[in-house]
C-alpha cells in the first residue's frame, strides 16, 4: 500500500482491496455446537485479552448506526474502509450511515501519532472519563502502529444511563440495574508511517475489529487481526481470524441475555460452540 505524504495528510494511492465474504461466513455460524472444554479454554483466554477480567460491566455493542469521519486517508481508501464495515456489520444488525451525521468513529491516520492522540485526549478529556477513566493516560501516549480508546456506557433496559459522571462505576442500587452495555464512540489513531507496509485488507479488517468489538484499550488477543497494532504486518494475521469472526457472531447475539453478569458467559459459550 503506497502511502503519498502531502502537507498533514497522508493518501493511500491505487489499489484493490477484496472484500471478504464475512458476511456469508457469519450468517453460516451455528449457534447449535456444543463447546469443547479445550475451545472453551482458549475462548476465555481471547475473551479476557479482548475485554479484560473484570466480567460485571457486560460487553459492549453498538446500538446506533455507525457515523464514520477519517482524516488523513484519501477517498478511495475511506470509502473501501466503510463498504467494509458496513459489510461487517450487516449480519450484526449494525448499520453505517453514509449521509450527513454525527460521528462516532473517528479515525486519523497521522505523521505525529502522540500529539494528535494527546490533543483528542485533551479535548475530550471529561468524555472520555465519563465514559472510560482507566484508558485516558494509555491512549494519550500513542506508542503502537494502531491505537484506539472505545466508550461504551452500561444503561437499563429503557436505555438510561446508570454511570457515575467522572468515576466509571456503577451505582450501588437495585433500582438502576444494568441490563446492556452500549457502545457509543471510538477513537482510532493510526500511524500513517507504520501503515505504509501495511496491506489494504489487512489493515482494514483490524480498524473493523477495533469498531465493533470495542476492546479495551491494548486488549489484544495472540490469535486476531488486532495483532497488527503492535506487530509487524508478516507477523500479524492477515485478516479476521476464526476467532474474531466467532466472537462478532457471538456479539450479534447477546442482546437475548439481558444480565450483564452473564453475557460474557454467553459469548463464550456460543464461540466455543463455533470453533468446536
Known sequence: MAFVSTGKSILIGSFLVALLPLEASIAAQSADDAPASESFAAVRTYSIALLGRYR???????????????YGLDPAGQKR????LAQVGKPLHV?????????????????????????????????????????????????????WIALALPTTAEGYRVVEAGSGRLPNSHIERPTRSVAVETFIIVDAAKARSMAPAQLFDCLTMITLSSPRIGGIPDNSVLQLANEPPAKAPPEM?????????????IAKQPDLSHQREAIETRMAGILG
Not at 481470524?241 to 447475539?253: Q, V
Open 56 to 70: 460485571d460491566t457486560g460487553v459492549p455493542r453498538w446500538e446506533s448506526p455507525l457515523c464514520v469521519v477519517q
Open 95 to 147: 448499520a453505517v450511515d453514509r449521509g450527513k451525521c454525527k460521528p462516532n468513529v473517528t479515525i486519523v491516520y497521522s505523521s505525529s501519532p502522540a500529539a494528535d492522540a494527546a490533543d483528542i485526549a485533551t479535548r475530550k478529556a471529561d468524555y472520555i472519563r465519563d465514559h472510560r477513566p482507566d484508558g485516558i493516560d494509555r491512549f494519550r501516549a500513542a506508542t503502537d502502529a494502531i491505537d
Open 241 to 253: 481470524t476464526p476467532e474474531d469472526r466467532a466472537y462478532l457472531t457471538a456479539l450479534g447475539s
Open 81 to 84: 474502509f466503510v463498504d467494509r
